[in-house]
DNA sequence: AGGTGCATGTAACAGGTTACATGATTAA
DNA sequence: TTAATCATGTAACCTGTTACATGCACCT
């Protein structure tokens, strides 16, 4: 099983031993407090997958008996190590998706133009949500040189940005209301 | 069957069939054209979905038999114009959602630090292209307070900063790789 | 005694892609 | 005649979500 053949949860739940989450529910965890955003997970992806990964030689998990309910702790083979850095380096077409309601209805508005800025509100409060939902990830200010810091400036940034054109829009759509002359 | 019920792919056929789109295929044209980058949609989804809002007594499709094959054309019933308008002035919660192996790579880069200049770069080259691909769609220049007018600006603005990221953070690598000593 | 968080797991379903099959029209 | 484009359609497959079932540990 080599980078190609790693399908997408794989590839997360790769990266999340990698960077030293252990179990199906840590992984969950973590992926909801920050790949989430452009890269989500359920557990009914997480756990038959780690089976699989498993079975493909790439983690090696064992049962941790801490007294109460056995949970299973992975950890990378070499081999998953391997498939983890083939797949960080490999240079294959990557997958971008994107399904933004927001942005589709504004596309077909023109149907019915009183709701434009209704849908540019919803819009922007969806942001504003996602800001604030990163912000609080945010406490701990890594460095902007790290992944996961990286990562984050990234999306913030992103955000502000879609803010910021939101704010505009409303403006331009009020204006044209009040027929050019501003209120 | 109202908007709460109409599927994703049968929001985007009607709103294209309002736009004056007639045929399935006409339809995926001007999806792979337009709301592509934001919201994709291939043939197996749109013939049958037809099927289904005919069905449902949405759109109403007639044979023109213009010599050839018969091709179908649709175009919306009074109540498919309805609930097409209480989607686009619903305040249901909208659907955002995101995959963007390029980011994802990047979270996990502090794994193969080495790898994180050609990261950035591809994900640069992948806006790029979809930068060039805007502006050829943008050819003619409709005005910024009509949907699809208004939706490219968006699009544009976006891959633009995503650019202008990517590169700021490429200058970033660069230097932190001469130990902080700009070349 | 009961609620919350940790922890694993699956079955049913929904949604969408890919590859293929078919065939007419049009331009070179 | 052949290739490209217009045009419709489906079956197999893949991926992922939702809802549910289970049960321990810990706190109040």
Redesign the pocket.
Known sequence: MDAAQL???GRVILGMIALGRR????I??LVDHSTRHFW??????I??E??RLEEGGLIKGRPEGS???????YELTPEGSRALYDWLSSDAPLVFEM?NEGMLKLFFSDVAPETKLAQIRAMRSHYERQRAELHAIGKDPSEMTTGPGMTLDLGLGLVEWLIEWCLKAEDRLATAATGGVKA
Chains 1, 2 share one sequence.
């Open positions: 399908s997408p949860t179990t199906g529910y840590e969950k965890q989500a997970a359920s557990y009914g992806q756990y038959p780690l089976r007294g109460g309910r056995t949970k299973i702790a399904r």
